[in-house]
């Protein structure tokens, strides 16, 4: 049972367009949704979080969107870059529990 | 400052072999986790630790066991590999403080491939 759901699987943008990336959670005690960047034959790294009590927070050019009552969040790369490509998480916890991941979202950036 | 250190980075085993990967963290926290990761599943919990002598069963625990004797290290056995098994594994590790930075830090990875 896959508690986070995340689309698309891959992703082509060209250089200075929107990335989009979405998630679809189940349980409503989450409190806490993530956002990992891995680059190749790396660990993920925490790239921008964000909690239930706001609906946006942006850093630098990645936003996260989230939508409470629909039970969804967004990542969004503005000016997309070719350093940006990579692969994307979301990910959703609650209080001291592990984090539940997503499927992962591969991300080229084309020059 | 090496953050998340894992050994090894690479290993080929047989089937129903034995080995154990480990994870050392020099942040002083307190928990850590195993996942592993495979094409298109994104990263699933194996089993983590919320302190020193404790550990508990994550997404997917069949197949390994774990020990944390010591706060920094956190081991991960497979006692019999099979070809399953096969997979990228992270090890991770997150202060027990919830504050605004709170995230996991991660290692490197250890690719496994059983033949």
């Known amino acids: 049972q896959q508690q986070v759901k995340q689309s698309p699987q891959s992703l082509i943008v060209q250089k200075g367009g929107i990335s989009i990336i979405n998630c679809a959670y189940e349980n409503t005690a989450f409190d806490y949704f993530p956002w990992y960047q891995q680059f190749p034959g790396k660990g993920p790294a925490l790239l921008i979080a964000i909690r239930p009590d706001v609906s946006e927070k942006k850093e630098g050019r990645f936003t996260i969107s989230f939508n409470k009552s629909a039970k969804q969040f967004s990542l969004h790369i503005m000016d997309s870059q070719p350093g940006d490509s990579a692969t994307y998480f979301c990910a959703a916890n609650t209080g001291r529990r592990a984090l539940t991941f997503g499927s992962g979202t591969r991300l080229q950036v084309q020059p | 400052n090496a953050g998340v250190t894992q050994t090894p980075k690479f290993r080929v085993l047989k089937t129903g072999q034995s080995m154990t990967l480990l994870c050392a963290q020099d942040?002083?926290?307190?928990?850590m986790y195993w996942y592993r990761q495979d094409p298109g599943m994104g990263l699933r919990l194996i089993h983590y630790s919320v302190g020193e002598g404790t550990t508990a069963k994550g997404e997917v625990p069949d197949g390994y066991n774990v020990s944390r004797l010591k706060k920094q290290n956190f081991l991960l056995g497979l006692e019999s590999a099979a070809p399953s098994q096969t997979s990228v594994y992270f090890c991770?590790?997150?202060?027990?403080?919830?504050?605004?930075?709170?995230?996991?830090?991660f290692g490197s990875g250890t690719r496994l491939t059983v033949v």
């Open positions: 942040m002083n926290h307190e928990y």
């Open positions: 991770a590790s997150s202060s027990r403080d919830r504050g605004p930075a709170f995230g996991y830090t």
